[in-house]
T-cell receptor, first 114, second 115 residues
Framework: AQSVTQLGSHVSVSEGALVLLRCNYS??????LFWYVQYPNQGLQLLLK??????LVKGINGFEAEFKKSETSFHLTKPSAHMSDAAEYFC????????????FGDGTTLTVKP | EAGVTQSPTHLIKTRGQQATLRCSPI?????VYWYQQALGLGLQFLLW???????NRGNFPPRFSGRQFPNYSSELNVNALELEDSALYLC??????????????FGEGSRLTVL
């Protein structure tokens, strides 16, 4: 079984401030981890993914995430928020025995204040 | 290259009716996934099709069904519509083998409203 917990359904930051969106997972097998972004009235778009190898992964739009096995975390960060980053962000986990059934977190809505 | 396309964009039905939603995956992708995104309930996995076969199913009643055609496009059918079926239905595609081998590519969604 697998699960994803996103801490904080709403996060608000000022433009230029650090963005930190938290994701913790549980998985009985080595996980594949993903962050997706959903802009209003659109589908989800992949930001970045971790499968194997380097634990710090870089994605689009200046986002990055670090896989920490000991903490079962995959937090998403961006050094400096931009107004265009306002969206809903989803963390997802997929494990070998559950291929085709990625589990998504409940999402975190990021608001960026001018 | 065309992305995942879904139709219709919006659909309004009344309770008890049937709804059919359609999805065309990215060219070369053989797997299609359906998700329901209801207000306040996050993204819920519905169905996974690969090579024309249903590979996995989420925790939804049998009135949610679908199929995948030889050209890998897919349709989702929802019978005996209930008010709580109102949601954004997202289709995604990936290369063979499911998300384990790569990411999901999502369409823009079909918004179903049940009155």
């Amino acid at each position: 079984a697998q699960s994803v917990t996103q801490l904080g359904s709403h996060v608000s930051v000022s433009e230029g401030a650090l963005v930190l969106l938290r994701c913790n997972y549980s998985s009985s097998v080595p996980p594949y981890l993903f962050w997706y972004v959903q802009y209003p009235n659109q589908g989800l778009q992949l930001l970045l993914k971790y499968t194997t190898g380097a634990t710090l992964v870089k994605g689009i739009n200046g986002f990055e995430a670090e896989f920490k096995k000991s903490e079962t975390s995959f937090h998403l960060t961006k050094p400096s928020a931009h107004m265009s980053d306002a969206a809903e962000y989803f963390c997802a986990v997929s494990a070998g025995t559950n291929a085709g059934k990625s589990t998504f977190g409940d999402g975190t809505t990021l608001t960026v204040k001018p | 290259e065309a992305g995942v396309t879904q139709s219709p964009t919006h659909l309004i039905k009344t309770r008890g009716q049937q709804a059919t939603l359609r999805c065309s995956p990215i060219s070369g992708h053989t797997s299609v996934y359906w998700y329901q995104q209801a207000l306040g309930l996050g993204l819920q996995f519905l169905l996974w099709y690969d090579e024309g076969e249903e590979r996995n199913r989420g925790n939804f009643p049998p009135r949610f069904s679908g199929r995948q055609f030889p050209n890998y496009s897919s349709e989702l059918n929802v019978n005996a519509l209930e008010l709580e079926d109102s949601a954004l239905y997202l289709c995604a595609s990936s290369l063979q083998g499911g998300p384990v081998t790569g990411e999901l590519f999502f369409g823009e969604g079909s918004r179903l409203t049940v009155l």
